[in-house]
């Protein structure tokens, strides 16, 4: 009569079936988290380039000398520089760039700058500053 081993070691075909099904779960799952990371993460890059433009514009318009003629009348003065923009971000996509500017508002010598950016795959991002004109 043969031997019997009592004391084999290794897996059976079912218990190596059922740790590659649960493995192949865990690697689908992993994959789902990677494919929301790279959207999320397109999606802040581009939020990121439109608050950037719109601080651009905003801190360009503060620098100005308090009597330029562009912060203290209503009129919108549309010179080369802060007319409203169509812009190209390499990586990135196509921006646009627009502002009000409120003389007296919300109190006398005072000037509200709001500028706004908006994206083709983004939120519009609005920035308002306070521009003391004396």
């Known amino acids: 009569m043969k031997n019997v081993c ?3 070691q290794g897996f059976t075909l ?3 079936l059922i740790a ?3 493995f192949a779960f865990g690697l689908l799952a992993v994959a ?3 494919v929301t990371a790279i959207k999320v993460n397109s999606s802040a890059n581009s939020l990121t380039a439109t608050t950037g433009l719109a601080e651009g514009v905003l801190e360009g318009f503060l620098t100005l000398p308090a009597d ?3 912060v203290i ?3 919108l003065a549309f010179t080369d520089r802060w007319s409203p923009a169509t812009r190209d971000i390499p990586g990135v996509g196509r921006y ?3 502002y009000t500017i409120d003389a007296d508002s919300p109190v006398a010598n005072v000037s509200t700058i709001t500028v706004r950016v908006s994206g083709a795959n983004s939120r ?3 920035m308002t500053g306070f521009k003391c004109t004396q």
Do not use: S
Request: hydrophobic share 35%; proline share 4%; aromatic share 0%.
């Open 6 to 8: 009592r004391n084999q």
């Open 14 to 16: 079912a218990e190596l």
């Open 20 to 22: 590659l099904t649960i």
């Open 32 to 34: 789902g988290m990677q």
């Open 68 to 70: 330029d003629p562009l």
């Open 73 to 75: 009348t209503d009129q």
């Open 96 to 98: 646009r760039a627009e």
């Open 124 to 126: 519009t991002v609005t």
